[in-house]
């Protein structure tokens, strides 16, 4: 079994206990209190400069531990001080040591300090529930693992998001999830530079895709993005947007390489 089979696989079990049917108007009425929210798929749209979605992440299986510990809010405090475009809130506790409170109290804190920066549930995402979750906890905007999932799952998945105000990040790897994405209707596409069959990262891989989404739908570079020069790799390609973690949780001066991401 690959690594992205197994986290799925797990995912699945995790949730098994809280899968119940969710009903559109459930989900309805969700959407006054998150269209009061910052746009995730606005946020995204800057001509004047790459926007940048800087993930808390605490540990991942390719990288492991990378800043075990680290206090969600205060991480959030400085990526909105760096003037971060997004935040992606990694929510998957068993393999990325994160947490559903580490989106709440990160989007309850900006709320109180009125910061108008969108969050990203980011996790692995298969059942309406957590799409009611993701509402609950503030979330902008959930992933859709396209790779992941059967069409009908993925269809489920944004309809749920779209009944609930939320957007839709569509995470692609290959040609094959880049059709299957369209054939979705996907508002905003992300190139995931990792192999997660095998964690590899490659930022050709958004070089070779991002070209062909077509114009007016977000397009995002994400993983193997650690300098200046790797964040101009993706603007040359086209890519209105990168999500950075691993660089930006482990940076001595992530305001620095933030200015940096969006000099390019």
Not at 96 to 105: E, I, M, V
Not at 177 to 184: F, S
Request: proline content about 4%.
């Amino acid at each position: 079994m690959d690594k992205l089979s197994e986290i799925i696989s797990w995912k699945r079990t995790e949730i098994a206990p809280l899968i119940r049917t969710v009903a559109n108007d459930e989900l309805e009425k969700l959407k006054t209190a998150v269209l009061q929210r910052p746009s995730f798929h606005e946020a995204l749209r800057n001509p004047k400069h790459l926007s940048v979605i800087a993930e808390i992440k605490r540990k991942s299986p390719s990288a492991g531990s990378i800043a075990a510990g680290a206090d969600s809010t205060t991480q959030a405090d400085t990526y909105a001080k760096a003037k971060a475009d997004a935040l992606s809130i990694l929510t998957d506790e068993k393999y990325f040591g994160g947490n559903l409170s580490d989106l709440k109290n990160v989007t309850e804190q900006f709320t109180d300090k009125g910061i108008a920066i969108p969050c990203l549930r980011k996790d692995f995402m298969v059942h309406p529930i957590q799409v009611v979750e993701a509402a609950l906890a503030g979330a902008s905007a959930i992933l859709i693992i396209v790779r992941a999932l059967s069409d009908t799952e993925i269809e489920t998945l944004r309809d749920a998001a779209s009944l609930a105000g939320l957007s839709s990040l569509f995470e692609i790897h290959n040609e094959k999830d880049l059709e299957r994405a369209l054939a979705a209707d996907a508002k905003i596409i992300g190139v995931n530079n990792r192999d997660l069959r095998i964690f590899k990262t490659d930022l050709a891989i958004s070089e070779r895709l991002i070209p062909q989404i077509p114009k007016g739908i977000i397009s995002i570079s994400a993983s193997a993005i650690f300098t200046k020069e790797d964040a101009a790799r993706a603007r040359a390609a086209g890519a209105d947007a990168i999500l950075v973690g691993e660089a930006l949780m482990r940076a001595p001066e992530p305001l620095a390489l933030m200015r940096d991401f969006h000099s390019v």
